[in-house]
């Protein structure tokens, strides 16, 4: 039986410089991510074991800061509102994407058209935000003028209460369906095309392509639009400080808005830094979910 040859060392005389190249392209990377998100990360934990106001010395208080948002009532609130704002905006903006992403595919491969597409996206979320503001507004919004000329009547969008967080996630969903929908373009143009040409041959109409080649296929960028959609959707922020401030009647003051309103204004770093924590755990372990559930490891196409 021969002896199974063993792999070549990586800082052996062969391989040594090229394992210096590949240590130094990463390091880069890696002091970024030590600097902007290990380091402060691990701030935060330790923040987060204190009560600290900015002004004195932090005093140690060990898990009293997760005790007490366990029975935060405005902690709940604010994730209840939070997931809520997810449930209006990712299956809107990921259909919606998905739609122009089939239309442009198919129907309309101008350059033109796509950067009109994500032209929404390159604004800011608080341009954004102002821009709807106006649009939006009860008494002098053009939206409102043509609800009005239409028949429908004025509504108060941002200043309703039953309204004001459905509008957020609306503006939200026309700012980014358009960076979704390149992502879904960019899938779709990496299907092999003798798929549907298969598919045509044996009589499969549009819809049971789409069913059963198209969807399937976009499974690995769904994961990631899902994945990247839905933590970004928990970390709403901008637009809701810009558009209501967490009014009317607190009904658009999701979490992280209630954790920078504790940071900053009422200067309990250490709960805001808790909830932070804890609102990184649920994000966590929800993406470690969504990808063994969507298989996101796989390749159907290998």
Known sequence: MSAVPRPPSAFGPNRRRETLTAFGLVLPALIGFVLFYAWPAWRAVEISLTDWNLLREPNW????????????????????????????????????????????????????????????????????????????????????????????????????????LATVAAVNIWRHMGLVALLFLAGLQNIPRYLYEAGALEGATEWQMFWRITLPLLRPVM???????????????????????????ESTRVIVHYIVQNAFSFYKMGYASAMSMTLCLVMVLYTVLQMRILRANENDLA
């Open 223 to 249: 994961v990631f639009v899902l994945v990247t959609s839905v933590t970004g959707s928990f970390q709403i922020f901008d637009t809701v400080a810009v558009a209501t401030n967490g009014g009317p009647l």
């Open 61 to 164: 208080v060990g898990l009293d800061n997760y005790v007490k948002l366990w029975g935060d009532e405005r902690f709940w609130r604010g994730m209840q509102l939070s997931a809520w704002y997810v449930a209006f905006n990712i299956p809107m903006q990921t259909v919606l994407g998905l739609f122009l992403a089939v239309v442009m595919d198919r129907l309309a491969r101008s350059l033109f058209i796509k950067a009109v597409v994500l032209l929404p996206y390159l604004l800011s979320n608080v341009l954004v935000a102002l821009m709807w503001l106006w649009l939006l507004d009860p008494l002098l919004g053009g939206v409102n003028a043509l609800l009005t000329w239409s028949g429908i009547g004025h509504q108060p969008f941002f200043a309703g209460e039953t309204q004001a």
